[in-house]
T-cell receptor, first 111, second 110 residues
Framework: GQQLNQSPQSMFIQEGEDVSMNCTSS?????WLWYKQEPGEGPVLLIA?????ELTSNGRLTAQFGITRKDSFLNISASIPSDVGIYFC???????????FGTGTRLTIIP | DVKVTQSSRYLVKRTGEKVFLECVQD?????MFWYRQDPGLGLRLIYF???????EKGDIPEGYSVSREKKERFSLILESASTNQTSMYLC?????????FGPGTRLTVT
């Protein structure tokens, strides 16, 4: 199946820095989701976006639904050690219950 | 909070064994999904169900079957386990626009 292009693939940052990652698709989606997965665990839903241009926050996390409906962005402000993990985007077509997932961004925090 | 539970976190089975993976959700969701996750291949959909006794094949259904006799429970069955089915198996449940995942089952087939 199709995978969405997610960049960067990995990030090494220092604690306190801000983080930005994005996800792009060749097709339009009606919903964008962002998940975080820690080692040995299932993905946890962080933010769901339903409208083009929508900007939604969850604590230090902010995500945006791109105007073209073909991309989405996730920002993490003032990173802390527990932000470590793999972040996945996912898109959903209207009327389709299935999700298309991104390739993931692995976030590592350097002490 | 949505809760999706999976019957085992770790499982070791022998080649040829029949394997049952159970998933239970407590949010009365219509939709339930089974994925496998492998390094470099991402999350791949095996089967999903949008109602009791209804099922749809995902991207990689070969070697698997599913059962949904009750709304809250979705089972994945490996009829005859093979070593290439060693993987992390993730169950999810959801409504339109959102899916919530369980903690996963790490299955090793020897």
């Amino acid at each position: 199946g199709q995978q969405l292009n997610q960049s960067p693939q990995s990030m090494f940052i220092q604690e306190g820095e801000d983080v930005s990652m994005n996800c792009t698709s060749s097709s339009i989606f009606n919903t964008w989701l962002w998940y975080k997965q820690e080692p040995g665990e299932g993905p946890v839903l962080l933010i769901a976006l339903y409208k083009a241009g929508e900007l939604t926050s969850n604590g230090r996390l902010t995500a945006q639904f791109g105007i073209t409906r073909k991309d989405s962005f996730l920002n993490i402000s003032a990173s802390i050690p527990s932000d470590v993990g793999i972040y996945f985007c996912a898109g959903q077509d209207f009327g389709n219950e299935k999700l298309t997932f991104g390739t993931g961004t692995r976030l590592t925090i350097i002490p | 909070d949505v809760k999706v539970t999976q019957s085992s976190r770790y499982l070791v089975k022998r080649t040829g064994e029949k394997v049952f993976l159970e998933c239970v959700q407590d949010m009365d969701h219509e939709n339930m999904f089974w994925y496998r996750q492998d390094p470099g291949l991402g999350l791949r959909l095996i089967y999903f169900s949008y109602d009791v006794k209804m099922k749809e094949k995902g991207d990689i259904p070969e070697g698997y079957s599913v059962s949904r006799e009750k709304k809250e429970r979705f089972s994945l069955i490996l009829e005859s386990a093979s070593t290439n089915q060693t993987s992390m198996y993730l169950c999810a449940s959801g409504i339109v626009g959102e899916q919530y995942f369980g903690p996963g089952t790490r299955l090793t087939v020897t």
